[in-house]
Every structure is written in structure tokens, then in C-alpha cells.
């Protein structure tokens, strides 16, 4: 990523399944960004327009450490489909098959498949301090209710997920109002990711996602991979199962031995840009 203007900061605009991300460079030259001039970047009628913004930096444990920034500003540590994305710009720099990304979540292992790349997001995060939640709960069916939504599975992937197993009309019309609420309800003191999912069988679900500080999204790896988590703990599907999104499908296997969480699907190049930072911190600051 070079631009030939020193005045420009070269991105690359990046999505998986439509769950896009502007991508800055940071490894050689430094870059910090405030919560207000991110949020200027991310929207969609005055900025690039993004889900969340990445900055990849340097690493002495892994081939890239990537920052995750929501499109409210917010940082986060883990984003399944900008890790996919990430491992693909690493996995064509290097011309290998394999990447090992940094996040504050943890080392991450990702690899190339015939779904696209397939990132190994580690183990998911059960116990109710995991979420985390305000107080003891039990993760496998939680005792909390809004409204028309209840009964629902909490799982960590490195960040926090509720997930509704109704697929009634009401359900779903409650969930487009509800959501935004439930993300911030006291119960979840670090804000939550909040999902309405249908099983359709035993090896397939499909799901509706708000994200936490970015809104509904076309897709989110990190919630198909709690879904699927939440689904088998059920006994709803099997530890493996396509998760259709309304940007498509990504393929999730929970190898429950392993205590491992693979997610798969495409990792998309939008187009490569250059962008003047200071005209965007300038208006952040206006």
C-alpha cells in the first residue's frame, strides 16, 4: 500500500460477506487515530464508510498485529471476518498459505481454503465472567428477557455475544427494535453483540446481527461462530453448520476436543485508496 502524496494515507477497502473494513498500513510508518476521526472514516455518506477500521502493525510474535476499531470509534479484540481479511493481505505479501495474526484476543491462526481462508478463532468463552455478565448466569440459557426475546445463549469469541433462538414473526419484529437496547443493557457491562438465529437443520442456521458499535450488520464471524457454539450446546445442530447472514454464508466447525472454533468463508479486495487524515481529524474536531 503506497501512495505517491505524502499527504495521503494509502488503505485498502477490504469485506467478508459485506462486513467491510478500511485497512491502514501502520508497520512502517506510525499511525494513531482518535475515536472522532474514526468515526469520520467509517461513514458511509461523508468518509470511506466502514463496519470497522483495522491499522495492522508490527509483531514479534505473530506476521501482523492488527487494532480493531468499530465504527463508533470503539476498540475490540476480535473480528472474525477482518482477521480472514487481514490473513489474506499477509498470506499474498509473504506468497504462503498460512498466517499468524496478532489480535488482542489472542495469536490467531489462519489458512487458505476452498471457502476462501479459514481462521482458527480459538476457544470460546463459556463461563458467565467470560461474557463478561454483571453477575452469575447460566451461559447455556440465560435467564434474561426483553420484551418478545428470551431465553438466550451467551458466548465469548474473544468478544461478547448474545444469541435468541426464535423465528416468529414477532420475534423478529421485536429484534430490530430491541437489539439496539439489549447491546447496552446493564446486564452487559462491556456492551454486547446481540443475534436472532433459525435453525433450519442440523447442520444449518441462518442469522440476523447487531454489532456491538457498528449496528446490523451483513455478516459478523465472530457471531456465526457463538451461534453455532450456542446451537450445539443445545443439542439444536452439530458442531458443524453453514451460517447464512444476509451477506451470505460462512461454514463454522466447533472441534469440542480441540476447544477450537474455525470460521471460513471469502475475505474479499474492494479497491486500494489513499486518504488525508488531517482533513478527517480536522472535521472529527469541528
Not at 485497512?23 to 499511525?31: H, M
Not at 454483571?134 to 440459557?141: C, K, P, Y
Not at 414473526?169 to 453483540?193: G, K, M, S
Not at 461454514?251 to 480441540?258: E, I, K, L, R, S
Amino acid at each position: 500500500m503506497v501512495s505517491t502524496d505524502p499527504q495521503r494515507r494509502p488503505f485498502v477497502k477490504m469485506h467478508g460477506l459485506g462486513n467491510d473494513f478500511v485497512v491502514f498500513d501502520a508497520r512502517q510508518a506510525p499511525l494513531a487515530l482518535s475515536d472522532a476521526t474514526v468515526r469520520a472514516l467509517a461513514d458511509r455518506h461523508t468518509g470511506i464508510g466502514c463496519d470497522q477500521l483495522i491499522i495492522l502493525r508490527a509483531s514479534d510474535d505473530a506476521d501482523v498485529a492488527m487494532e480493531i476499531r468499530n465504527a463508533d470509534g470503539s476498540t475490540v479484540a476480535a473480528c472474525g471476518n477482518a482477521t480472514r481479511c487481514v490473513a489474506r493481505l499477509v498470506m499474498g505479501e509473504r506468497g504462503a498459505e498460512q498466517a499468524v495474526i496478532e489480535t488482542a484476543a489472542g495469536l490467531l491462526r489462519a489458512h487458505g481454503s476452498g471457502a476462501g481462508v479459514a481462521v482458527d478463532m480459538g476457544p470460546p468463552g463459556l463461563d458467565w465472567q467470560d461474557i463478561p455478565l454483571a453477575e452469575a448466569g447460566d451461559t447455556r440459557r440465560l435467564d434474561f428477557t426483553r420484551g418478545a426475546l428470551g431465553d438466550p445463549g451467551a458466548v465469548s469469541m474473544g468478544n461478547p455475544h448474545l444469541v435468541f433462538f426464535q423465528d416468529d414473526a414477532v420475534a423478529v419484529q421485536a429484534f430490530e427494535t430491541l437489539a439496539p437496547q439489549i447491546e447496552r443493557d446493564p446486564l452487559f457491562p462491556e456492551r454486547i453483540n446481540v443475534s436472532l438465529a433459525r435453525v433450519d437443520a442440523p447442520d444449518a442456521l441462518a442469522l440476523t446481527v447487531w454489532e456491538r458499535g457498528a449496528g446490523f450488520t451483513r455478516a459478523c464471524g465472530t457471531a456465526a461462530c457463538a451461534a453455532l457454539v450456542a446451537a450445539h450446546r443445545r443439542g439444536l445442530t452439530g458442531p458443524k453448520a453453514r451460517v447464512g447472514l444476509p451477506g451470505g454464508t460462512l461454514m463454522v466447525t466447533w472441534d469440542v476436543a480441540g476447544d477450537s472454533v474455525i470460521l471460513a468463508g471469502p475475505a474479499d479486495l474492494s479497491f486500494f485508496g489513499a486518504v488525508d487524515l488531517a482533513a478527517y481529524e480536522i472535521e472529527a474536531a469541528a
